[in-house]
């Protein structure tokens, strides 16, 4: 009896129990007493905030509506990884191949893979998002379960502004507050962000060369091994079930289970690796690299199509075959350059709901001087 009365309470009377939503303007004349107390200027703070009279709706439709279609591995591929963006890769390699040789000299990180996360990111600077990132922190930050968290970000940001290391104007991006190039949150900037010539701030909102050192030095930093695999398509033997990417063996130990390579051979028997058979297969070895990528976005579904399109656009030799499915639609009518550009615009975006994969390509790393 005494649970029913306490239950009945908990629902006629809500506000006895919580704290009612306080209102945007006390909660922006709090961020402004907050900011100012952390060394913001009283001007930078008013015009950051100065046409920010709400929060943005579209930001928390996009929030609160994230897709909840479970997708296989090559539905989700296909969607971001076709072969239009596979050929602006190619182009885009070759327009900064000179910068992307020495970036890669210098971090030790493949170009295949520093211009895959671009061409994902924002279809190679196509599309960086158009949302104001102080108002889509700001809303967020007032209105979303993960409150903290942009909260942090956007004073990041505004010491961004602050320290004149990034214009209001320029201060762009995708709707959950990333921007630029490689699409980096505040934190992420002041953490990886780097001058390609090493001198001043990396300006990845409009130099292309600061933006691919920034994502080297992000995947350096992150723990990215030169010259090695990242991912290898293999068979099991019967009976053998995958135990997904917290158990690590050598190469040689998984071998001697039984784990043979679906195309070519084993990498270097000291290798440590993971197998993942996720949703019944196939199978694949995973290594070190393909770990690192899932610190950029810890999804199996993102890293297979990073090292997809790094393959594609670098022409990787041994990739399996395109399935039958994928060679079908070949016959469809071609797309125009315009309707190609609006899907990948559609598809440039790091919000995607994680999920493990279906890989079906095997990988080799290439660091250091690479040509087309």
Known sequence: MKN??????LLLAPAAFCDPLQSWEDYIAGLRVEALRAGIRPNVFDQAFLN???PNTKILRLDRNQPEKRL???EYRNSRVDHFRIQLGKEAFRRHQEALNNISRQYGVSPCFIVSLWGLETSYGHFKGNFPVIRSLATLAYNNRRKDFFHSELMVA???????QVTLSQFKGEWAGASGHCQFMPSTWVKYAVPYQGVGYADIWNNVDDALASIANYLQKSGWHRNEPWALAVSLPSNFH??????TKSVREWSQLGIRPLIGSLPAANLPASIINPDGGPA???FNNFKTLLKWNHSNYYAGAVGYLADS???IPELTPEPVREQAQASEPEATPEQELETLSSSSSTNNTEKEFEPELTVTDFSGTFEL
């Not at 505004?158 to 004149?164: D, R, V």
Request: one cysteine or more; charged letters at 0%; hydrophobic letters at 60%.
């Open 52 to 54: 920010v009279s709400t």
């Open 284 to 286: 694949y070895m995973v």
């Open 158 to 164: 505004l010491h961004m502004l602050n320290n004149g």
């Open 72 to 74: 296989s591995f090559l």
């Open 242 to 247: 995958a135990p997904g990417l917290n158990i």
């Open 4 to 9: 029913f009365i306490l239950l009945l309470l």
């Open 313 to 315: 656009i670098c022409q």
